[in-house]
């Protein structure tokens, strides 16, 4: 058995960053090597044109990943990114640029570009610096993965590649791997707010390729957190490896159902990504403002059930989708978008907040220094109601539950989807009974959402590597969701 990584017995200056809240700013000027001078000035040109508001986001990321096929590691990569970008506001328009050097004459560049969108007779100078403390760190590590090898490493894909193979003599095959990330953060406004903050990520994850009977079947198992090296150990390995083994398994017996519009019970914890992509987008405030949203009218306004909550999180610790301050500037709070079955509030940046006249909700994210934020979500799922999973089968004569969602596509204007079932049930006389496998799930998000008639009480989060796509920039995110009955879906099945 592996138990868990030795903590290093130096843990250096980048450990102490990422724990010690003293370190803060400070580290982070003698991270860049940026004095809050330079950010004054690069701030003071980015307004000579008369934006209304400017700030300016560092990023030093180091990424790692090991992978392991045909029953040994043979392969890793490195990569390491570091610049700077400077966005300037100026009534509806926005510029940005971008520098992947913070010199003082680059940023400057960087900031003169940016500035080109505004043109107005005022001119706004930037408020002096205070820094915003992390309040409440979501993430604190207790090994970085700085210190970690990947000598270190191999191990774990070594033990959770036999412990697949021990589990079920039909394993031919199995592929895994092992990412991480450590990024240090610096933000600065011309409001005078500035911060730093350190975010790790782990992925793990199994792919497992059993043959019985001259067939073959896959599946997949993984897990992602914001945490350090103390991920890993036996409990996670012995956790995906058995995922990975019984949901292969179970394809062995499964059938494609005959399609046909029919209740759904979406499964606990993985139905969530139908609800972040069918539904969570479609609350996104950028798609609202543009009227891009059938949700873009229907704000306070009763769109569901009333005993459904959808929440998106940026507080849960050591979620994949946590934040402790956006890339706006915002502290990450827990938000109601659906509360009691109304429609309690879209997901803001500052952008869109502003348009609103509100706070932000702290959804400002971005996929690195060379994009600006935009509304995205963090950590999206629906509260647990007040039924039994057993109790909401036993209601369908006929239909199918949906345990594993994979790939889908959805229309953010019209709220249509797509979303293809890798494996589930058939639900006959209120029981599951044959197991079924690639199913498509056709139908309309505002609609799907209004047709939810039962909540079960086994809310689930699912901390698979989900990775939210938007507008050409990828965010990590969550999603989860108790067992939910949808009255009536179109399922893409057998003739």
Aim: glycine share 10%; proline share 3%.
């Amino acid at each position: 058995m592996l138990g868990s990584l030795a903590a290093p017995s130096f843990l250096g200056g980048i450990a102490n960053a990422a724990n010690d809240k003293a370190a803060g700013v400070a580290f982070a000027l003698n991270h860049f090597g940026v004095s809050e001078s330079d950010m004054q000035k690069a701030l003071a040109a980015a307004l000579e044109k008369g934006g209304d508001y400017a700030d300016l986001f560092f990023e030093h990321t180091f990424r790692n990943s090991i992978g392991l096929q045909d029953g040994a590691v043979n392969r890793a990569s490195s990569n390491i990114d570091f610049g700077m970008g400077v966005r300037v506001l100026a009534g509806d328009q926005t510029g940005y640029a971008y520098v992947e050097s913070v010199t003082p004459e680059e940023m400057l560049k960087a900031a003169v570009t940016a500035a080109r969108i505004a043109n107005s007779s005022g001119s706004k100078k930037p408020e002096n610096m205070t820094e915003k403390p992390i309040v409440k760190n979501y993430y604190a590590i207790q090994q970085p993965w700085d210190l970690v090898s990947v000598k270190e490493k191999t191990p774990y894909l070594q033990v959770i590649n036999d412990r697949i193979f021990e589990l079920d003599n039909r394993v031919v095959k199995v592929n895994a791997s092992l990412g991480d990330s450590t990024s240090h953060i610096l933000f600065c406004n011309s409001e005078g707010v500035i911060y730093y903050d350190y975010r790790p990520m782990v992925t793990l994850g199994a792919v497992c390729i059993m043959e019985q009977d001259g067939k073959i079947e896959n599946s997949y198992a993984s897990r992602a957190y914001r945490m350090g090296a103390e991920f890993l150990n036996d409990d996670i390995i012995e956790t995906i490896a058995k995922e990975a083994v019984e949901k292969t398994a179970l394809l062995f017996d499964a059938v494609k159902p005959k399609g046909g519009e029919m209740p759904v019970v979406m499964g606990a914890g993985g139905s969530g990504i139908f609800l972040h992509e069918a539904i969570g987008h479609a609350f996104e405030a950028d798609f609202n403002r543009k009227n891009i949203s059938i949700f873009s009218s229907q704000l306070n306004k009763k769109v569901c059930n009333e005993h459904i909550n959808v929440v998106d999180d940026g507080t849960i610790p050591f979620n994949r989708g946590a934040v402790n301050i956006d890339d706006d500037g915002v502290d990450g709070q827990k938000t109601y978008i659906v509360k009691e079955g109304v429609l309690a509030s879209y997901l803001h940046d500052r952008i869109s907040a502003k348009r609103y006249g509100i706070p932000s909700t702290g959804n400002g994210r971005r996929e690195s220094f060379r994009m600006m934020p935009i509304p995205r979500m963090r950590a999206t799922y629906m509260e647990a109601g007040n039924v039994t999973e057993e109790e909401m089968i036993s209601t369908v004569k006929k239909g199918i539950y949906a345990a594993t969602f994979t790939n889908g596509q959805v229309q953010i204007g019209a709220g249509d989807f797509t979303f293809f079932v890798k494996n589930g049930y058939l639900i006959e006389d209120g029981k599951l009974t044959q197991p079924i496998k690639d199913v498509n799930i056709i139908g309309n998000g505002p609609k799907a959402l209004a047709d939810i008639t039962m909540v079960g009480n086994n809310y689930e989060m699912d901390n698979g590597t989900w990775t939210c796509g938007k507008d050409g920039q990828s965010c990590p995110v969550t999603c989860g969701m108790p067992s939910a009955l949808v009255s009536k879906l179109t399922v893409g099945g057998e003739s």
